[in-house]
Structures are given as structure tokens and as C-alpha cells.
């Protein structure tokens, strides 16, 4: 019985920079100083995935495979959903759900672990922009808030409201996830009653390959799925009664109460913020 499920997707293990970015992930999950965690892996038809997972991280992966192409080449909604099938089945307390290609910082689950109580919902944003350029630099920089919430956690017995445990099956993501961290957080500020940024005590490296000096350049895939997925966040939000502003990843941000130095964190992104209501109301 773990007490942290960790829901994630992997790309195939094919040789291209995206490879050392997932090892390091796993890497990472190896390394923090909370060790009582699962990891459960969506494969969606990748061959190599399962043999690299479980050779990093031995019996702490359980691996679901989702087959179901018809619909999707690959769902977020589905990856999540078999973090949260697990979690429950196994008496869980919390789940944290993510992408693959980022690096969690070793106090990561030790800190998720301390502030879940009951009803808690929390994040850690924004990411540390790790850029991957061209000539083989790295280069580091605080990410946008209103850019994209790559790490969410969840006590798990949110789920055991049945209307919340389905939600994500009436409004699935599918392809590309734009939309699904709008609906994901959408639960948390309609359902939890409590909601954290970890931000201050614990970070989150986002890895980019930088395309001829391009960071975050959309492929016709995600653009795509972006056509797919919107609509439903729209749905979702109306049926939800969740308000329109948090359409904003900005304001959505904002529901969450920063857990450590409030002050130096609105030092460091107020300019973001008063930019945003500005333009709001010119």
C-alpha cells in the first residue's frame, strides 16, 4: 500500500533528445528522499518503455496498457484515471500527476507528502525552464505563469465522490493534452478544500529542445489536438460552473495559497501578473 501513486506517460525510447530527458526523470524519482511512492505507466502501443522503466525503477512501476486507438493515439484523461484506478484499489493516500519530461527536485514527494491532508489539491508552478539549445548549452530561466502546470497533486479521497471520479470520463482529453491541467484544476478549485503551491519548497525543471533557438514551437499534432480538446474544457467549465477568468492559467495559479515566501514569489512574477491586468482592461 503506497502511500503516493505517481500517473504518467512516456514517448517511446527511439534515440531522439526526448530519451534523456524521461531517463531523467526517473532518475529523479530515484532520488527523492520519499521512497514510499508507485509510479504507474500508460503505454499507448510504445515498445521499449516497459523494459527502461522497470530497469531504472524495478518493482516501484506498474504498468497499464490502453490500447484503444480508435479514439485517441494517446489520453492524458486515460493516464490520469489509471493513477487515480490504482490509488483507490490500493488504499492510496495521494496522487501526483505529470508529464514525463520533467525533473522533480529530491525534496519532491517529501514535501507533496507533509502538506496532502484531507481534500487537498496543490501544485508547484511556475517550472524552471531548463532550454536545451542547439550549440549543447543548457540554459535556465524561470517559466511564465501563465504557461503550462506540467505537475498537480490530489489527496485521493477526492475520488471517492462518485460525480469527480467521473468527470474525466465525460470530459476526456484526447491527442495532445491542451486543456486537460484547465480541467484538472477546475476540480480542485470546485471540489477541494484545500490548495497549495509547493513552488517556494519544492521545484520543477521543464526540459526543452530548443528548435534553431525556437522554444515551444507547436507541431500540426498538437495543434490538432488542441481543435479536440478545447471545446470539451469549455463544456466542462459550464457544466462545472467554473468561472470564466480561470480559463486563465494566470488566475488559476492565483486559487493557489503559496505554502513559503509568499512575498519573494510575488517579487519574482508580480510583473507578469500586473502585465496580465493591464492588457486586461486597455
Avoid at 485517441?72 to 489509471?82: A, D, E, G, I, V
Avoid at 492510496?92 to 519532491?108: G, K, P
Avoid at 508552478?125 to 503550462?148: D, L, Q, T, W
Wanted: hydrophobic share 35%.
Amino acid at each position: 500500500m503506497p502511500q503516493i501513486v505517481i500517473s504518467t506517460t512516456f514517448r517511446d525510447f527511439n534515440g531522439s533528445p526526448n530519451d534523456k530527458m524521461q531517463i531523467r526523470f526517473l532518475h529523479s524519482l530515484k532520488r527523492q528522499s520519499f521512497q514510499d511512492f508507485v509510479l504507474v505507466v500508460t503505454i499507448f502501443n510504445e515498445k521499449k518503455v516497459e523494459k527502461i522503466v522497470k530497469r531504472i525503477l524495478g518493482d516501484k512501476v506498474f504498468v497499464v496498457y490502453d490500447y484503444d486507438h480508435e479514439k485517441y493515439k494517446f489520453s492524458l484523461s486515460r493516464t490520469f484515471m489509471n493513477g487515480v484506478d490504482y490509488g483507490l484499489g490500493h488504499q492510496a493516500r495521494i496522487l501526483v500527476d505529470c508529464s514525463s519530461d520533467i525533473a522533480l527536485q529530491d525534496n519532491f514527494l517529501a514535501v507533496v507528502s507533509t502538506r496532502t491532508k484531507s481534500y487537498t489539491a496543490g501544485i508547484s508552478h511556475p517550472n524552471i525552464f531548463c532550454e536545451n539549445m542547439s550549440n549543447g548549452r543548457k540554459k535556465y530561466s524561470y517559466g511564465k505563469i501563465n504557461k503550462g502546470i506540467d505537475i498537480r497533486f490530489f489527496s485521493l479521497d477526492l475520488f471517492q465522490n462518485k460525480h469527480v471520479y467521473n468527470l474525466l470520463n465525460r470530459f476526456p482529453s484526447y491527442d495532445y493534452g491542451a486543456g486537460i491541467e484547465r480541467i484538472l484544476c477546475g476540480m480542485a478549485i470546485k471540489y477541494a478544500h484545500r490548495r497549495y503551491n509547493i513552488f517556494m519548497e519544492s521545484k520543477v525543471v521543464k526540459e526543452e529542445n530548443s528548435r534553431d533557438g525556437q522554444v515551444g514551437i507547436r507541431t500540426e499534432f498538437e495543434r490538432e489536438g488542441m481543435k479536440k480538446n478545447m471545446p470539451v474544457t469549455e463544456r466542462f467549465m459550464r457544466s462545472e460552473q467554473i468561472p470564466q477568468k480561470y480559463k486563465s492559467l494566470l488566475e488559476m495559479n492565483r486559487a493557489y495559497k503559496l505554502t513559503r515566501l509568499a512575498g519573494l514569489y510575488r517579487l519574482w512574477f508580480g510583473r507578469e501578473v500586473i502585465d496580465f491586468y493591464l492588457k486586461c482592461h486597455n
